[in-house]
Each structure stands twice: as structure tokens, then as C-alpha cells.
């Protein structure tokens, strides 16, 4: 795990000089604290800082081929290069080194572009072929590692924050408007586009290309859907997917440094655990955070309960609300884009109590997004077989019902009201956000007159139409899934996954996040994993008899921070003179006498806290990417 960075003038005479790359590097040498390298040809530069997990002693990059005409920068873990360095040594290639790296040098090599077809791991990485004078630059299947580009008229950049590239000061920082009300409607920022101008997020599952001065992205690939082993037997597919998790995470605790697991009590967490002790003759170390507070979702005895069943050395750490304000600054900072992912706060905490002891950990990451864990699958399944039932009656029906819970302050009775009556399509924004979250239902009388028509264009539901397709019942769930794993996924969950354990220099591997996984998964019929209301049915009924039994029935809970409670009880008076200071109010988003009284209402309606967060991190992000310089870290770390 690394971060990576890089230049290339788009003029062939003009050069790329050491302090450049070095700018770029500063701000993200958290990602690689054991040493940096850089390597310059002309018109191209590259950088690395390099965090060691295999081959300590000969991995260090920029790495090259023999003759020094194919230079790479690469962030990730490649699962299979033991496998891929058999085939290519077999086809003539010669090693120096015993590092993934390598592997994906004579990939490209002897593959091409096509070299990533050939990958299993989760990856970013740049090569510079400098015979071809060529830049290539890959990222992984579901987008388990970041990485960020933009071009200029003289210049193309990348890098694995986004911050190693607005350290370039003739960068611009204008704030993508557009964007902006995007975060606000999914609580964060599906697709390309980052909240500046200019600079975008390569997609998951992706290559670019940069010769001549042109530009030419490819995708490589993308889930796909099929009904070819629908005959499968259920029994038979238990048994098949027990196979590959236990190959998977064997796969994924490959390292020369120690390895441990994040545990949050839930179903998932624990049974990468179990399967990471038996695929390993090393002591295993588990991890999990609880809060301070009366009334909180206590998750630590759960996790005690796995740590005990699969006889790990387990380590618990507790945050406070004091805790989670004080690292808001921070927070922002290290995921450069704005996400509502107050869990993420707590993640920083345990790997900063991880990082003591390992250099990687495992989680069970994934699996409600792969499987179908989430409440909302089901709810939607039963949503649609309602609609077909009332036919021509829905409409009438659901307006009624959104009517009701209105007035009667039911949120739930709302939402499925706004849903019955139209698309599904039109309501699945992603198990983020919803039709009656507060910026998709009134956003208007909240938002400032010419922000709002400036930004008219957005529709938070075409966008996820788009994605979803039609309505096709027995289609649904496939459609969902398909959505929050190119959405939700990518650019919520990994995006924090990745950032936070990277503040604190370690990496974070989530094993049912492997592509045959998530392909075999793809292939099953619906009801293998949603039937009658019980979710996640395949993969439960794999983790029988490893998972204890009362982890494995337990109601799903999430990740339960509570912040909620901080936001409008100890944090509120700090968060309302934030919203409402001079500084706030003149960046034109809002209208400050709605606001006012909407933040006096707020800690009255719990249903908005995510809102209040948003309306926090927006204003946090704004202070630390367009007022100040990002490239220095915030004093708390």
C-alpha cells in the first residue's frame, strides 16, 4: 500500500523537474511512510512513498524493467502475482525482485493494456513507456483504491489523493457547483466529478491512456448480471462460496509484516476472521471501537465474543463526542472529498490503535453490497410487488400515504409513499439517500435563489435510473445491487476505507471485495440471497458453523456511531455557530434565515442528523480545500 503521484507535459520539450514531484508527495506521505522515490524523463515524472508489505528489502519504486524503458508507480496488492510470475517467467520474462510490483511490469509487457484483465488484488498504478512515450494508467475493478486526474493545457496529472495534485498552485480551486448539490442529494459524490473543477476520478474498472497530447479512457470491465447458473443447487452454492472465501482470504493475508482484522461485531467482520485464522500459522490480532455515552449500541461485546471463539489477541478502543469533533478537521482533510461518513471517525480511531501492532488489516467490507444485506433490499422487493398489486391505484395510494406520514411525523409511511406512486428508479438514490431526505423532497426554500437555479440542471433520480434500467420485478434486486456497487460502494465506503486507515499508515485489505467474489455472487439467482424478507441468505448460511451463532441471527445493526446525539446534544452549539458564521453564509449555498430556523428545528428531527452532518462537512471542506492551502496537514492528526 502507497501513494502514488505524477506529471506529464503535454509538450514534448518541456521537462518535469525533482521539486515538482516532491510537492506532489508532501501531502500524501502518510500513505507511505517508509521512503520515497522518484523518477524523471523529460517531459514525464513520477513519484512514490512507499508503504512496505511484501518484499521489504527489493520493492522499492519507481520500479523498471530490465532495459529501464517501462517505469511504474503502483499503489495496492497484487493476490495472484505468485500465480502471474509463473506464466510470465514461463513466456521468458527475468525477475529481480520478489514484490507484486514487478509482476506488473512484465504483465504490461507481454500483455498490454490488457494486463489488467490479468490482475486479481485491488490496485492504482501508472506506467511510463518510454519508448512509446506513453503514460497508462489503471485502477481496480470496484475501486478499492483512489486515483485522481486532471489536465490542463500544458499538463496531465494524477495522483492517489486528491491533494498531490492541487499542490500544483496554477491548479484552480473552483468549486464544481454541480457537484456540490450532487453531495447534498446522496450525502456524497457518486461518479467522476470531485467538488473542483477539473479534476475527476478515474471510474473503477478503467484504464487511461495519455500520447501525443490526447486522452483515451477504456473500461475493462463491469459486474455483469447472468442467469446461466440459475440451475445451480442452493446446497451446492454454500459449499462453492465456502471454497472461495476460504481461498480468498487465505489470498489476501499474504504479507511479510503482521496482519491483523477489524472486528465490528456484525456477521461479515467476524467471518473473514475466522477464515483468516485458519489460513494462516501466525498469531492473529482483532480490533474494535466502542463509544462513550448512555443509550449507545454497544458493538464491543460481540466482536469479544468472535475474538474468543477464533482465539485472536483482541484490542479495544473507546471515542467520546469530544473525540469525534476534535478529528472533524482532520476527517475532512484526509477524504478530500465530502462524504456523510461519521462511521469513518471511528475507523481512524482503531486503526490508530491497529497501527501499533500491525501494518495491515482485513475487514468484512462489502458483503451487505455484494450479497444483499441492507434492509432496503427486501423493502424494495416487497415495494414493487405492492405497486403491481394496486395497479393504476398506486399513485393515488402512495400520495395518500406520503400525505399521511407528513402529518403524523412518520418518516417511514413517507418515504414509502413518495415510492409507490412512481419509478422505482426514481426512488432507489442509493441506500444513502432517499425521496424524503431533506435536499431530494424541499431542498429549495433552504438553498439560496441563484444557487439553486444554477445548479437546475441535476436530478439526483436520472442519475440512478440511468444505472438501474427498468422496472423488471424479478429484476430489481440485480438492478440495486448493481447500482450501490457502482455508486455507493466506490465512492463512500472504499473511499473511506482507504483514506482513514491511510492517515494512519495502514492497509486495509477487504477480501469480499475480490472480483471472482462479487462475479460469483453476480451469478446466482435473487433468492439466494433475499427471500422472504431474510437478507443476505448464501453467504449466512456459508459462515454456519464458523460464525457463533449469536453474531450470525443477530439483527443488523450497522456501524452504530452516535453521533447523532453528539451533533444535537454536547456538539450542537459548535456546529450551529459554524453553519451560521459570517464566512458560511457568504458562499452563497444557502439562505441564511431557512437555515437558522431549520438548525433550530434540527435537534428536535433526529430523521435529518445525516443532513446536519452534511451541512457540517460542506462548510469543514470548504475551509480547508478553497480557503486554505491543503497541502499542510491540520494540527490534529
Given amino acids: 500500500m502507497c501513494g502514488i503521484a505524477g506529471k506529464l507535459m503535454l509538450h514534448p520539450e518541456a521537462r518535469v523537474e525533482r521539486p515538482e514531484i516532491e510537492r506532489m508527495l508532501g501531502p500524501i506521505s502518510h500513505r507511505g511512510p517508509d521512503g520515497t522515490g522518484i523518477h524523471l524523463d523529460g517531459c514525464a515524472g ?29 499503489n495496492g496488492e497484487i493476490y495472484n502475482y505468485r500465480d502471474l510470475r509463473k506464466v510470465l517467467i514461463g513466456k521468458g520474462h527475468t525477475f529481480r525482485s520478489k514484490s507484486d510490483t514487478e509482476v506488473i511490469i512484465h504483465a504490461y509487457e507481454e500483455f498490454g493494456d490488457d494486463c489488467v484483465s490479468h490482475l486479481r488484488g485491488m490496485f492504482a498504478f501508472a506506467i511510463w513507456d518510454s519508448k512509446r512515450r506513453r503514460l497508462f494508467v489503471a485502477r481496480d475493478r470496484v475501486g478499492i483504491k483512489p486515483l485522481y486526474y486532471c489536465q490542463t493545457k500544458n499538463a496531465f496529472y494524477f495522483g492517489s489523493e486528491l491533494k498531490s495534485i492541487i499542490a500544483d498552485e496554477s491548479i484552480a480551486r473552483d468549486v464544481n457547483l454541480v457537484a456540490l448539490r450532487r453531495f447534498l442529494s446522496f450525502n456524497y459524490l457518486p461518479g467522476e466529478e470531485t467538488m473542483l473543477k477539473g479534476i475527476l476520478k478515474l471510474s473503477p474498472g478503467h484504464t487511461l491512456s495519455v500520447a501525443d497530447g490526447k486522452v483515451a479512457i477504456r473500461r475493462y470491465w463491469d459486474l455483469r448480471f447472468s442467469r446461466e447458473r440459475w440451475s445451480i443447487r442452493y446446497e451446492d452454492a454454500v459449499e462453492e462460496l465456502r471454497e472461495l472465501l476460504a481461498s480468498t482470504v487465505r489470498d489476501h493475508m499474504i504479507a511479510d509484516v503482521p496482519v491483523g482484522v477489524l472486528l465490528s461485531g456484525g456477521v461479515d467482520s467476524s467471518a473473514v476472521l475466522g477464515y483468516a485464522v485458519k489460513g494462516t500459522d501466525k498469531q492473529v490480532a482483532s480490533f474494535t471501537v466502542g463509544f462513550d455515552g448512555d443509550q449507545v449500541v454497544d458493538e464491543r461485546p460481540y466482536a469479544r465474543m468472535a475474538a474468543e471463539r477464533f482465539g485472536t489477541k483482541h484490542f479495544e478502543t473507546t471515542i467520546s463526542a469530544e473525540d469525534f469533533w476534535n478529528f472533524l478537521p482532520s476527517y475532512v482533510w484526509h477524504m478530500e472529498e465530502p462524504v456523510c461518513e461519521p462511521p469513518a471517525v471511528a475507523l481512524y480511531y482503531v486503526s490508530k490503535l491497529a497501527r501499533r501492532h500491525v501494518k495491515v488489516l482485513l475487514s468484512g467490507e462489502g458483503g451487505d453490497e455484494v450479497f444483499a444485506g441492507y434492509p432496503n433490499y427486501p423493502n424494495m422487493l416487497k415495494l414493487a410487488r405492492l405497486r403491481d398489486a394496486l395497479g393504476p391505484l398506486a399513485r393515488l395510494v402512495g400520495g395518500a400515504a406520503a400525505w399521511a ?14 415510492a409507490l406512486g412512481r419509478s422505482l428508479g426514481d426512488h432507489y438514490f442509493s441506500r ?151 464566512k458560511a453564509v457568504r458562499r452563497g449555498y444557502f439562505d441564511r434565515a431557512e437555515l437558522a430556523k431549520w438548525l433550530e428545528e434540527s435537534p428536535q428531527r433526529p430523521a435529518y442528523s445525516k443532513e446536519f452532518f452534511v451541512l457540517l462537512v460542506t462548510e469543514l471542506w470548504h475551509q480547508r480545500f478553497v480557503d486554505q492551502s491543503s497541502s499542510v496537514k491540520p494540527g490534529y492528526v
Avoid at 433 to 438: D, E
Wanted: hydrophobic fraction near 40%; aromatic fraction near 10%; charged fraction near 25%.
Fill in 46 to 74: 513520477l513519484g512514490h512513498c512507499r508503504l512496505a508489505i511484501i518484499d521489504l528489502s527489493t520493492g522499492d519504486q519507481p520500479m523498471c524493467n530490465e532495459d529501464a524503458s517501462v517505469w511504474l508507480v503502483f
Fill in 405 to 418: 406520514g407528513a402529518a403524523f411525523g412518520d418518516v417511514r409511511v413517507q418515504r414509502y409513499g413518495y
Fill in 432 to 582: 444513502t439517500s432517499g425521496p424524503t431526505a431533506l435536499f431530494n423532497r424541499s431542498a429549495q426554500p433552504l438553498l439560496a435563489r441563484d444557487f439553486y437555479e444554477s445548479t437546475s440542471e441535476f436530478s439526483a433520480s436520472r442519475e440512478v435510473k440511468a444505472l438501474m434500467g427498468n422496472d423488471d420485478g424479478e429484476l430489481l434486486l440485480d438492478q440495486m445491487l448493481y447500482v450501490d456497487t457502482k455508486t455507493w460502494l466506490p465512492d463512500d465506503l472504499l473511499i473511506k476505507a482507504d483514506k482513514i486507515t491511510m492517515a494512519n499508515s495502514i492497509e486495509l485489505r477487504v477480501p469480499l471485495l475480490d472480483h471472482k467474489v462479487l462475479e460469483f455472487a453476480a451469478s446466482l439467482p435473487a433468492d439466494f440471497k433475499v427471500r422472504n424478507g431474510e437478507t443476505k441468505r448464501v453467504l449466512k448460511s456459508a459462515f454456519e458453523g464458523s460464525v457463533p451463532e449469536a453474531i450470525l441471527n443477530r439483527r443488523k445493526v450497522g456501524f452504530p456511531v452516535p453521533y447523532e446525539g453528539w451533533l444535537c446534544n454536547q456538539l450542537y452549539d459548535r456546529v450551529k455557530s459554524c453553519l451560521l458564521s459570517e
